[in-house]
C-alpha cells in the first residue's frame, strides 16, 4: 500500500502571533484548498478561501509548484469527483474504488460515508428496529474498512477526519476526539476537523487535555471553543490578535467576535460589526441568525423585518434563513409560525443548538411546556455548557409552579455564566419564593456588582425590605431605582407608588404628592395614586388645623 506524503502541509507556519509570515499562509491555503476540492471537503475549501480573501493585500509565492494530479486513473477520479457535489455518491464510489491513489481511496471512503447519510431517514427517532441495525450495521463495515487503511497508512489525515466523523455516528465521542486530534496534527489547514473538535469540547477540563501541535489555525479553534464553553474574554483576546495580526478582513473572525460580544451583552458592539459585515458581504448568510436575535432583543423591528425578506430572498432552505425568519414572527407575536419555522430549522441541521433553544422558548409562549421542555433536553444532551437551555428549563418549570425544580436548573445556567446577572436574578427571584429571604439578598447584592442590567436586581432589593419592614432601606432602594429604572417598567411605577406611602407616613407631603402625582402617568397605579393625591390633601388640611390651634393657644397663653 501506498504511504500518504503530507510533507507539502505538515510544516505549514508554526509560528507564535509576533511571526505570522502571511506569504507562507496564503500560499499554504491556496495549495490546501485544491486539495480539498479534490476529496468533496468543501467546507473547508469555502473557509480557507474566505480566509485567502481576507488576505488580498498579500501575494503569494508563486515559485511553489502546483498540486501534482496523479496520473493513474485520473480519467475515473474525475467522473467520481464530478458527481460527488451532485449527491450521486454511490455512483462515485462504484467508479472510484478500482482505483489505488491516495484522493481516490478517501473519495471512496467518503462517497460510501455520505451515501449511509444520505439513506438514513430524517427523523432518526422513527426508524425501526431493522432500519437502525442496518445502518449502523454499515457503518461499522465502514469503521473497520477505515481502521485497516490506518494501520497502513498512519499519517493520513484526512482518514483520520473522515474516522472521526463515523465514530460520532456510533458514539463512540472519545475515540472521534482522538481521531479529529490526530487529523488536524497531520494537517492543521483541515477546518472541518477543527470544528467537529470543538463541538466535542464541553468544559474547560476537556479543553485542557487536548494534545494539540502549535499552529496558527489552533488559535481560530481556540477562538471558537473559548466562546462555545462561555471563556469570553479569553475569546476575545484570541479573536483580536488574529485580527490584528494579518486576518482584520476576515467575515469570520469579525463575525465570531461580534458573538462574543452578544455573549457579553455587549449589543451596541455586536449590531456595528454586523451591520459592517453585511455591507462588505451582503450576501453572506453565516451567523445571519445571531444578528437576528441582536435585533430582536433590541426591539428593531423594521430592521429585522428587512433581514428576514433578505435572507429568505437569498436562499429560503438553509437553517440560518428560517432562524431568522422564526425571529420575525416571534417579534410579531406569532408564536405557532416562529415554532414552525425553529423547527424546520432543525430538520435542515439536527445539530442547530439556537434553533432548538428558540423553539423552546415558543413553546413556552403558547403554553406547551412539554414541547419546551422536550426542545431543551434535546439542546442539553448536544451542549451541556449552553446556559440558555437549562435558563430556559427554569423558566418553564417556574411556570409550572414548581420552584424547586427551576431553582436546580437556575444553579447550572449561574455556574456556567458565574457573573452574568440575570442568572443571579433568576435565582434571586426563586429564593424569594421559597422564603430563604437571605440567599435572595446575597443573589441580588452580587448581580449589582457584577451589572444590573435595567435594574431589575435593585428592585428585588427594594422588594425583600419591603418584605422584611427595612423601611429605610427600601425606601433608599427604591429612590435609587427611579433614578435608574425605565419610565415604562412596572417596577418604576412600584417605586413611585411605595415612596408616596412612605413619606405621606413620614408627614412630608410635599415629597408624597410629588410621588403620588407621577403615579397617575403609570396604568397600574393611576386609580391608587387618585387616592393617596385626595389622602394627602385631607392630612395636610388636618395638619394645617392642628398646627393653627397649637399656635392660636400658643398666642392666647402669651397674652395672659
Known amino acids: 500500500m501506498y504511504q500518504l506524503n503530507i510533507s507539502t502541509f505538515d510544516n505549514i507556519e508554526d509560528s507564535s502571533f509576533n511571526s505570522y509570515n502571511l506569504q507562507a499562509i496564503k500560499t499554504s491555503i491556496r495549495k490546501f484548498s485544491v486539495e480539498c476540492g479534490l476529496r468533496g471537503l468543501y467546507k473547508t475549501k469555502k473557509w480557507l478561501a474566505e480566509l485567502n480573501y481576507s488576505l488580498d493585500n498579500v501575494t503569494a509565492d508563486e515559485t511553489v509548484t502546483e498540486v501534482e494530479i496523479d496520473a493513474e486513473g485520473y480519467e475515473t477520479f474525475l467522473m467520481a469527483n464530478c458527481l460527488f457535489p451532485l449527491h450521486e455518491y454511490a455512483r462515485g464510489s462504484y467508479f472510484v474504488k478500482s482505483v489505488n491513489t491516495e484522493r481516490s481511496t478517501f473519495l471512496n471512503f467518503y462517497c ?9 431517514p430524517m427523523d432518526f427517532t422513527d426508524m425501526n428496529t431493522t432500519t437502525k441495525w442496518d445502518y449502523f450495521s454499515c457503518l461499522k463495515k465502514l469503521n473497520e474498512m477505515l481502521q485497516n ?24 465521542r472519545n475515540a472521534a476526539m482522538d481521531c479529529f486530534c490526530k487529523a488536524v496534527h497531520h494537517l492543521p489547514l483541515l477546518w472541518e476537523a477543527w470544528d467537529e473538535l470543538s463541538n466535542l469540547v464541553n468544559d474547560r477540563i476537556t479543553l485542557s487535555k487536548l494534545n494539540l501541535r502549535s499552529h496558527w489555525m489552533k488559535e481560530f479553534f481556540l477562538s ?24 482584520s478582513k476576515s467575515h469570520f473572525l469579525l463575525s465570531r467576535i461580534a458573538a462574543v460580544y452578544h455573549n457579553r451583552r455587549d449589543v451596541g458592539e455586536a449590531l456595528n460589526l454586523f451591520k459592517r459585515m453585511q455591507s462588505e458581504d451582503p450576501y453572506r448568510i453565516e451567523d445571519l441568525d445571531t444578528y437576528s436575535n441582536l435585533l430582536y432583543v433590541s426591539d428593531m423591528k423594521k430592521e429585522l423585518a428587512h433581514l428576514a425578506h433578505h435572507v429568505f430572498s437569498i436562499n429560503r432552505y438553509t437553517a440560518q434563513a428560517c432562524c431568522v425568519v422564526g425571529n420575525y414572527f416571534s417579534m410579531r407575536g406569532d408564536h405557532a409560525k416562529s415554532a414552525a ?18 423553539r423552546g422558548h415558543e413553546f413556552m409562549e403558547m403554553k406547551n411546556t412539554r414541547g419546551a421542555i422536550t426542545s431543551y433536553r434535546d439542546a442539553v444532551a448536544m451542549n451541556p455548557q449552553d446556559y440558555r437551555a437549562w435558563y430556559g428549563f427554569g423558566q418553564t418549570y417556574e411556570i409550572l409552579k414548581m420552584p424547586f425544580y427551576s431553582l436546580h436548573y437556575y444553579k447550572r445556567a449561574q455556574l456556567i455564566r458565574p457573573d452574568d446577572s440575570l442568572m443571579l436574578i433568576a435565582l434571586g427571584e426563586v429564593f424569594e419564593k421559597l422564603n430563604r429571604f437571605g440567599e435572595a439578598m446575597r443573589c441580588y447584592k452580587r448581580a449589582r456588582n457584577v451589572g444590573d442590567i435595567d435594574s431589575l436586581a435593585l428592585s428585588g432589593l427594594a422588594r425583600l425590605f419591603t418584605e422584611l419592614n427595612e423601611e429605610e432601606e427600601a425606601a433608599g432602594a427604591y429612590k435609587q431605582l427611579v433614578k435608574e429604572g425605565s419610565a415604562f417598567n412596572k417596577e418604576y411605577a412600584d417605586a413611585h407608588r411605595y415612596l408616596a406611602y412612605h413619606h405621606l407616613k413620614l408627614s412630608q407631603f410635599h415629597l408624597a404628592f410629588q410621588f403620588a402625582q407621577l403615579c397617575l402617568n403609570f396604568e397600574e397605579t393611576k386609580e391608587e395614586g387618585k387616592a393617596l393625591l385626595k389622602e394627602i390633601a385631607t392630612r395636610r388640611e388636618l395638619e394645617e388645623c392642628k398646627n393653627f390651634d397649637t399656635q392660636s393657644v400658643s398666642n392666647n397663653l402669651f397674652q395672659i
Open 112 to 120: 460510501m460515508f455520505k451515501m449511509l447519510e444520505q439513506n438514513k
Open 149 to 172: 487503511h490506518l494501520s497502513e497508512n498512519i499519517r493520513d489525515g484526512f482518514t483520520y477526519y473522515l474516522k472521526g466523523l463515523v465514530s460520532v455516528k456510533l458514539g463512540s
Open 224 to 247: 471558537q471553543t473559548y466562546a462555545k464553553i462561555q471563556r469570553n474574554d479569553e475569546a476575545l483576546n484570541t479573536l483580536w490578535a488574529l485580527h490584528d495580526n494579518g486576518f
Open 341 to 358: 419555522y425553529f423547527q424546520r430549522a432543525v430538520k435542515l441541521n439536527s445539530n442547530y443548538m439556537s434553533a432548538l433553544i428558540l
